[in-house]
């Protein structure tokens, strides 16, 4: 604890409060003294009582936090609070009051001490006994500490109330002397003159009681010259920072559009994650998944140890659309066949999507032959299973949600399968919204991946941009899930088999038989439906495609009940 010197008297320092100028005190020896102590310092404060450099050095080296002393090098008047109040202490008397008598406190045989408060000084003047006492001390504590109520007890718990302490405030009564010399370089400080303290502004050459004024020109030229080159340079940081300002305001439109939109969605947008937290769950991005439309995707952790996919968007040339699409379509989603969206990172550049991750990967991995780690070969009745939850996930995402969505990217890459096999739709980064009871859409160029598009997306004189584009996509990925094979091969010599939906077609139209293929009796009516469902998606013009909803039914209707269209 810091000491503080005043007179010859050590007194330890409980309390600093710059903001009211108070500092709390207590008596050094009355504190080691224990529960009966013996005060013998008297300390009487008056308008001329200052520390001296040796107390104001004692004190600032054992507490150097002190910011008000170090700024001004001298202390200023110490006076009594409103807090305070004196306790008169009887040492060593022949006689006195029994109700005050220090029980505890035994001094020469025969003498007794006694303690009296301020209210008693009436009955300290008839107290005749005070003649023949050894010492009288009187001590300063704070009024809030002593039991007014029963001041019989005050003469055992005195104790406590001379630990508690006292309280003095300064008040710095030289401030517009001192500003005026520390501006000119001098240092303030007191000067003793004739039995009493004044002011004075210790300069490098002499003592002045006002300032160090034109003998200290040189340091002040200084310190001018300092304070010009610190505008100076301050001026120019400023510049180079309202350029900057001015440069990130021109690039930022994306993100304040983005910002927008989130906004405008509210509570349907997911928990918003930042990238530092992206980082710690996927461990500094250490286990890469694969990679997705517009960025790569790494497997991680959410903090309750759920595992997790997370999508690390790339640069993209469409200013993050389609980041705000995803997170703003699958924010509003809830479906079984929807890819669940469980956070998203919006930080400057870096943006990232969370998704519930699927140990089965994506659909792709099992339908085509012509992979070598394709593990597992998925059964006819798989397959049609889940051709039906797709179909069921784009009805509810054309018809189900309150705002129509449209994927335009359905393809086996962004169908994921959880631990059951159940397929879910991913990879709304193309998504556009709809709030028309039709689903007519406005885009702009073509959209999607080759050999899934529908042919009204590259152009119109096939018709408009609807949610049949997505029908189109989903029966080409049917077709593939039948052939195992892509739609279009480029690496076929014999261009009679480069397109699989014509060649399927004709061999269906035949009447071939199935078996080929793998396909049993019990199954081949799940691979019919899937075929002749199929064809009937990618016809050329969208009026003859049928809706998602109406697919969902044919493929869990009769096949007696479907027919085949015409040829695509």
Known sequence: MPILSLGSNNYTVTNIDYQKQTISLADSDVLAAGTCPSPRHNLTLTDTLFLSNTSYLNYLNYNPYINYLNYHPYLSYLNYTSLDTNLTFFLDCSDGPPERRITCLSGSVGKVSYIFTERDFSDIKEYEGAKQCQEIVVVPVLDQEVNWGNLSALSSDFGRVLNKGFQLGWSDKTSEQCDPCELSGGRCGYQFTEASFVFACFCSNRVSNQHCGTHNSKKTRIMIGIFTASAGLSLGCLIILVGLLHYRKSHSNNMHSVEDLLHKYGSSVPKRYKYSEIKRMTKSFSHKLGQGGYGNVFKGNLYDGRPIAVKVLGESKENGEEFVNEVASIGRTSHVNIVCLLGFCLEGSKRALIYEFMPNGSLEKFIYMEIPYAKI????????????????????????????????????????????????????????????????????????????????????????????????????????????????????????????????????????????????????????????????????????????????????????????????
């Open 377 to 568: 070969k998925l059964g006819w009745k798989k397959l049609y299973e889940i051709a039906v939850g797709i179909a069921q996930g784009l009805e509810y995402l054309h018809r189900g949600c309150n705002t129509r969505i449209v994927h335009f990217d359905i393809k086996p890459h962004n169908i994921l399968l959880d631990q059951d096999f159940c397929p879910k739709i991913s990879d709304f980064g193309l998504a556009k919204l709809c709030l028309l009871k039709e689903s007519i859409i406005s885009v702009a160029g073509a959209r999607g991946t080759v050999g899934y598009i529908a042919p009204e997306v590259f152009s119109r004189n096939f018709g408009v941009v609807s949610s049949k584009s997505d029908v189109y996509s989903y029966g080409m990925m049917v077709l593939e899930m039948v052939g195992g094979r892509k739609n279009i091969d480029a690496r076929k010599e014999n261009t009679s088999e480069i397109y699989f939906p014509h060649w399927v077609y004709d061999h269906l139209d035949q009447h071939d038989t199935l078996e080929a293929c793998g396909v049993t009796r019990e199954t081949e009516e799940f691979v019919k439906k899937m075929i002749i469902v199929g064809l009937w998606c990618i016809q050329i013009r969208p009026a003859d495609r049928p809706s998602m909803d109406r697919v969902v039914d044919m493929l869990q209707g009769s096949i007696s009940d479907l027919q085949l269209p015409t040829k695509p």
